[in-house]
């Protein structure tokens, strides 16, 4: 079974301030995925990363995969209240013979104004 | 695009009762998930399709699920007889080419007391 594994679980922070989530996992993944669920919505897709090393920014946001393709980092500049919400990692492989995907355990963040 | 409509939004019921959940995907897309999220074990995948055909159905906790999709643009997730541990959120969510990078509906809060 493939897990993940992000910490923190929880993070409360000041409007403006810098933080990191982190994604880890002791599976390799052929991808990972970044998504952002607001309370009574589904998750909604931020980022796709295929690629050891693989940088990519949206806005504020920085996604980073691992060499190994085992973790990956999502780091927001100048937090804003609107980023509130919970972040899940998602890594994409194959096992029996099938497609997967595994969420991760997710990381709930609020932003203070 | 209205995105993936699920329906109810919310649902609750006596143990014991069927429960039905229904989907309408993204027109277009090619494959189809049913998640679970609750507190507990996060977001799970239940059983996904491709081309209409149940393809990876291992997440399924138990034969009083089940799920079909007799068209493209229409699935049903049934829960018989419901028990108080199913209560949890139920996702639909689409795609085009596998499980990574979905889009997710707004889910159905399901209580079964």
């Known amino acids: 079974t493939q897990l993940l594994e992000q910490s923190p679980q929880f993070l409360s922070i000041q409007e403006g301030e810098n933080l990191t989530v982190y994604c880890n996992s002791s599976s390799v993944f052929s991808s990972l995925q970044w998504y952002r669920q607001e309370p009574g919505e589904g998750p909604v897709l931020l980022v796709t990363?295929?690629?050891?090393?693989e940088v990519k920014k949206l806005k504020r946001l920085t996604f980073q995969f691992g060499d190994a393709r085992k973790d990956s980092s999502l780091h927001i500049t100048a937090a804003q209240p609107g980023d509130t919400g919970l972040y899940l990692c998602a890594g994409g492989g194959r096992a029996g013979g099938y497609q997967k995907v595994t969420f991760g355990t997710g990381t709930k963040l609020q932003v203070i104004p | 695009d209205a995105g993936v409509i699920q329906s109810p939004r919310h649902e609750v019921t006596e143990m014991g009762q069927e429960v039905t959940l229904r989907c309408k995907p993204i027109s277009g897309h090619d494959y189809l998930f049913w998640y679970r999220q609750t507190m507990m074990r996060g977001l799970e995948l239940l059983i996904y399709?491709?081309?209409?055909?149940?393809?990876?159905d291992s997440g399924m906790p138990e034969d009083r699920f089940s799920a079909k999709m007799p068209n493209a643009s229409f699935s049903t997730l049934k829960i018989q007889p419901s028990e108080p541990r199913d209560s949890a959120v139920y996702f639909c969510?689409?795609?085009?080419?596998?499980?990574?990078?979905?889009?997710f509906g707004q889910g159905t809060r399901l209580t079964v007391v």
């Open positions: 399709f491709n081309n209409n055909v149940p393809i990876d």
């Open positions: 990363v295929v690629t050891g090393g």
């Open positions: 969510a689409s795609s085009l080419g596998g499980p990574t990078e979905a889009f």
